[in-house]
T-cell receptor
Framework: AQKVTQAQTEISVVEKEDVTLDCVYETRDTTYYLFWYKQPPSGELVFLIRRNSFDEQNEISGRYSWNFQKSTSSFNFTITASQVVDSAVYFCALSGGGATNKLIFGTGTLLAVQP | EAEVAQSPRYKITEKSQAVAFWCDPISGHATLYWYRQILGQGPELLVQFQDESVVDDSQLPKDRFSAERLKGVDSTLKIQPAELGDSAMYLC?????????????FGPGTRLTVT
């Protein structure tokens, strides 16, 4: 069965601090995709990144970076120099295998960035 | 930028009443998804359409929930009768196809409260 675990329920940081959100996944598929979504208080899920299982290269996009390690089944997300606007719930998700590409979400991490 | 539209944004209904949600995906997106997100949890797929056909409705409580996408464009999700446990955010998403290489874009959601 596929599963995504986000052990950090809530994280609070002060603006300009760096913060890492952890994501651990379980799957028996050899081909799969990992995602991160941001959910601000308005409720809409905003796509941040997709990574396929064959590409372990880390990615950086502005203040955001992602570290994918198949050896530990982890796909962690780091925000550098956090800002108040980064405050949101962040979800890690997995898709792959089966007849559909439905997303399996973790329980989310609430990030609060204090000014 | 094209967006997934959902209405209503908020709905309060009494137990045992019928309720319906509407979703209009991004133009040209063949795949449409309905997810349910209970407070404090990640979204879970209820039903997935490829054009007008249901691809996955394994988690849809079919005794009270129904979904349709008659012309392969917009979609309606109905609950009858509503129960207290149905209180949640109902999210619609769309993607170009059901391929895992295409990310899912989410609408703003409908927050349902059953009293």
């Amino acid at each position: 069965a596929q599963k995504v675990t986000q052990a950090q329920t809530e994280i609070s940081v002060v603006e300009k601090e760096d913060v890492t959100l952890d994501c651990v996944y379980e799957t028996r598929d050899t081909t799969y995709y990992l995602f991160w979504y941001k959910q601000p208080p308005s409720g809409e899920l905003v796509f941040l990144i997709r990574r396929n299982s064959f590409d372990e290269q880390n990615e950086i996009s502005g203040r955001y970076s992602w570290n994918f390690q198949k050896s530990t089944s982890s796909f962690n997300f780091t925000i550098t120099a956090s800002q108040v606007v980064d405050s949101a719930v962040y979800f890690c998700a997995l898709s792959g295998g089966g007849a559909t590409n439905k997303l399996i979400f973790g329980t989310g991490t609430l990030l609060a960035v204090q000014p | 930028e094209a967006e997934v539209a959902q209405s209503p944004r908020y709905k309060i209904t009494e137990k045992s009443q019928a309720v319906a949600f509407w979703c209009d995906p991004i133009s040209g997106h063949a795949t449409l998804y309905w997810y349910r997100q209970i407070l404090g949890q990640g979204p879970e797929l209820l039903v997935q359409f490829q054009d007008e056909s249901v691809v996955d409705d394994s988690q849809l409580p079919k005794d009270r929930f129904s979904a349709e996408r008659l012309k392969g464009v917009d979609s309606t999700l109905k609950i009858q009768p509503a129960e207290l446990g149905d209180s949640a955010m109902y999210l619609c998403a769309s993607s170009k196809t059901d391929s895992e290489t295409y990310e899912q874009y989410f609408g703003p959601g409908t927050r349902l409260t059953v009293t």
